[in-house]
């Protein structure tokens, strides 16, 4: 009975307040906040080979011809990527952060990765703030670019951002 009777007055407790109540608010006006533009330099390091490789294949490819292939990345690869950022170009120089992820080899005539790598920085005014990739990477071009479409921490809500990358291989 004491159930009954508070389900129904929580009822009548809801009837009232949508027959008082009204079903919007007041519209105001919209305000956009001003935009804020930074510029991020930093240095990824993807190493595949050597003793302390940073990225590790996780699959290879058995029917296209990726055990044939003289590529450390044959179509088909599947690997796992831990690789440092830095300050400066130099592997050893002051560390600032992970890039964590996969990425596929999924170019057939073009060497080119589809990659989902999380940026994340572990000190500096970033510290605990990422953002995450998720695009087509051709990596024999100098200069690219790759989609960017989410970010943790000071990078929540990033809006048209683009993320360019330069390579120099070493």
């Not at 990033?158 to 330069?166: A, C, G, P, R, V």
């Amino acid at each position: 009975m004491g159930q009954r009777t508070g389900i129904v007055g929580f009822s009548r407790y809801l009837c009232i307040t949508f027959a008082l109540g009204e079903y919007y608010s007041k519209t105001r006006p919209f305000t956009p906040k001003q935009e804020v533009v930074t510029n991020l330099h930093f240095f990824f390091h993807d190493t595949l080979t050597s003793p302390n490789a940073s990225a590790v294949l996780i699959a290879k490819p058995t029917l296209t011809g990726g055990d044939n292939s003289s590529s450390p990345s044959p179509f088909g690869s599947l690997f796992a990527v831990d690789d440092p950022l830095t300050v400066g170009p130099d592997p050893k120089s002051e560390k600032i952060g992970n890039a964590r992820g996969m990425y596929v080899s999924s170019g057939k005539d073009v060497p080119t990765l589809t990659m989902y790598v999380d940026f994340g920085f572990t000190s500096g005014k970033f510290n605990g703030s990422s953002f995450a990739v998720f695009s087509r990477n051709t990596i024999m071009e100098k200069e690219r670019e790759v989609a960017v479409v989410g970010g943790r921490g000071r990078f929540r809500r990033l809006e048209e951002w683009l993320y360019s990358i330069h390579t120099q291989l070493t």
